[in-house]
């Protein structure tokens, strides 16, 4: 069954910050959000997923800080969860949520 754990984080300069569990000062930035970072989720220790008051929920490879996918919304995205079996579940300020599926 995949891991997940939850860390909520965010800076004003619009990337997200996410601490490795590895003792010492080590962390990874990853800088493409344009707009506060609202959550970040790990999804099985090898991927992220963020989301943003720029409207978008992006997919990171952790390894490389790569960007692989993005989902843009039409407001504020304000929460973020992954479920068990790998749906994200995004919630709009509008209102609006959503259910997305990584594949691949």
Known sequence: MPHFSRRRIGDSEGGAAIQTRNPGPSSERFAADT?????????EDTRAVSSSLDRTVRL???ASGAMLAIFTGESEIRSLAVTRGGTIVVGEQSGRVHFLRIQG
């Open 60 to 62: 990171w490879n952790l």
């Open 35 to 43: 707009g506060y970072v609202t959550n970040v989720v790990i999804v």
